[in-house]
């Protein structure tokens, strides 16, 4: 783990934040409001046990739910999560074929009790490759759930973060815009995630220290938090230490933090 997570948070003072109500140090928010994660492991983990690799993907699915709920509980307002790249199709067929089947279960298993939980579903991705079944599912889990304010949990499938630079830009050329109408925040509405501000912090678990194609663009500014931990364990002291680490951080978006101004005679 390459953040340091062993230091106790500095007391918290609440002020006026972006988010109201929000806890912070000054104008420095303690509690991200949007995390995204990539959830590395699966595999690894149920290869510890001698399982097949399918196993470990259905114990990421019950690990997500648990997470979900726990970044609500700590006051994050969006999460979102890399349940499939659109590099993943290279993985064997009956790999790919045995994820396609999880997430319907997981939708029939779980969609009630997070609807319940107050959490919104969102999914981002290319949904031209999955079957009409499952993209049936999809829609049937965001209009279910539309309503609700606890938390959004956006599923990144078959996304991949080049993907969402290049729809956008072919959006634009569809709607005929001039290059000097194309901007920042023009494509910024028009990439998969416009519906959410851009992750505050950025958590990748099972040890690898990449980013793997997810968010290139909304990650800009993230804060990066790597753990070996992998992905099915990866649990309420985990979370807390990931936002430990991102309270301790001095974020400046390029910027130089103004130094305090020491009177003359002193």
């Not at 001698?50 to 990421?60: T, V, Y």
């Not at 319907?104 to 959490?119: I, P």
């Amino acid at each position: 783990m390459i953040a340091p997570v062993n230091r106790p948070v500095p007391a918290v003072e609440e002020t006026e934040t972006s988010r109201q109500g929000a806890p912070a140090i000054g104008d420095r928010p303690l509690v991200p409001r949007h995390v995204a994660v990539v959830m590395d492991g699966n595999g690894r983990w149920a290869r510890q046990r001698f399982m097949p690799r399918f196993f470990g993907h259905k114990q990421g699915v019950d690990a997500l739910v648990r997470a979900v709920n726990a970044f609500a509980d700590r006051g994050v307002e969006y999460l979102t999560v890399f349940a499939f790249s659109s590099e993943n199709w290279k993985r064997p067929s009956e790999e790919v074929s045995g994820l396609m089947s999880l997430v319907l279960v997981a939708v029939s298993k779980y969609l009630t009790k997070l609807a319940g939980d107050g959490v919104r579903i969102r999914i981002v991705g290319d949904r031209s490759a999955v079957s009409d079944k499952l993209r049936q599912a999809w829609e049937h889990a965001e209009a279910l759930t539309e309503n609700n304010t606890r938390i959004t949990l956006a599923v990144a499938f078959n996304y991949g973060g080049r993907w969402d630079v290049v729809q956008a830009c072919r959006t634009a050329m569809a709607q005929g815009l001039r290059p000097d109408e194309l901007d920042e925040s023009w494509l910024s509405r028009h990439m998969a995630l416009s519906f959410a501000p851009d992750p505050d912090l950025f958590i990748r678990t099972g040890g690898e220290m990449r980013i793997s194609n997810f968010l290139l663009w909304q990650a800009a500014y993230s804060e990066l938090f790597f753990t070996e931990c992998l992905w099915p364990d990866f649990g309420a002291a985990e979370i807390d230490a990931a936002m430990e680490a991102y309270a301790q951080r001095d974020r400046r978006y390029g910027s130089i933090r103004p130094q305090a101004v020491v009177p003359e005679g002193t």
